[in-house]
């Protein structure tokens, strides 16, 4: 049984857009986004791509789960994995899906199942074993999915829109800010009044200042622009994170080198690493 005081973070999947899987990147991993944060008893899951497979491997035996699912937004790369995290298999599990960014287009639900619906997939979301919620929230909104476990929210600047995350416990705080693009010389003020004083901040660092140009409009920031927002915040630890898939094992440990002399006891996030307060 976890500790009642337990409070990290674990990554599953640390890549944006698409997996890439290979020998140029073993070392950081080459699954899409998916972190574990254990709060004690809780288990919140952040976003679900394809790194969620292995974390629903990784609770195998397990049952009696009631866990949060919480998604920055519901581009593919989110929710590929959603199909296949076991825990939806077990009849004895309860999991709980959130999202805020739809702002009533669509539901949260219709939006999931439209990925898991024929001819894209086979099996629709009616087959999960798992007892399922879902809930659509206004960004900005703070929430509690369990008692005690309070979450901080607000909107980030990405295409079809997306929602940043704090979660504050036992004294400690992380927050989990990706898919946003910054405007150059302008520090984005929501996410700066999310993350202040946070001890872990984990933030959309897709491209370096230098590739940023062009890629503008695409949605995504750079790990400079992590390390502003860090120093403006004056958050404890940054940890870069969304990696571009294009970004080999050799090309990272260049940015892991740029993020420690720019802010030292900065990480670059990879697949197992597991970050405390």
């Not at 972190?35 to 969620?52: K, N, P, Q, W």
């Not at 829109?161 to 405007?183: L, N, Q």
Request: charged share 25%.
């Amino acid at each position: 049984m976890p500790d009642t005081q337990d409070f990290y973070v674990r990554f599953w999947g640390v890549r944006g857009s698409i997996a890439c899987p290979g020998p140029n990147t073993i070392r950081y991993g080459g699954n899409t986004s998916c972190v574990e944060l254990r709060c004690g008893e809780h288990l919140v899951i952040f976003d679900a791509g394809t790194g969620l497979r292995q974390l629903g491997s990784s609770l195998k035996g397990q049952s009696d789960l009631d866990l949060d699912i919480m998604l920055s937004h519901t581009h593919l790369d989110h929710i590929i994995g959603l199909p296949f995290f076991g825990p939806l298999f077990d009849s004895k599990n309860h999991i709980n899906f959130w999202a805020g960014h739809l702002e009533g287009e669509y539901s949260l639900k219709q939006a999931l199942g439209a990925m898991m619906s024929s001819p894209l997939f086979p099996i629709p979301i009616e087959e999960f074993d798992a007892a399922t919620s879902f809930h659509d929230f206004e960004v900005g909104s703070e929430l509690e999915p369990k008692p005690g476990l309070k979450i901080k929210t607000t909107s980030l600047n990405h295409p079809d829109k997306a929602c940043a995350y704090r979660v504050d416990f036992g004294g400690k705080s992380i927050c989990y800010v990706t898919d946003t693009e910054h405007k150059t010389g302008e520090l984005d003020r929501n996410i700066l009044d999310l993350i202040e004083g946070t001890d872990i901040f984990i933030y959309d660092s897709m491209y370096t200042d230098e590739e940023y140009p062009q890629f503008k409009g695409w949605g995504h920031s750079t790990w400079q622009e992590g390390v502003r927002l860090a120093d403006a915040g004056k958050v404890g630890r940054l940890v870069l994170f969304h990696h571009d898939p294009s970004h080999n094992d050799s090309f990272m440990d260049e940015i892991a080198s740029g993020v420690d002399r720019a802010r030292p006891g900065s990480l670059v996030a990879q697949e197992g690493m597991v970050v405390k307060p």
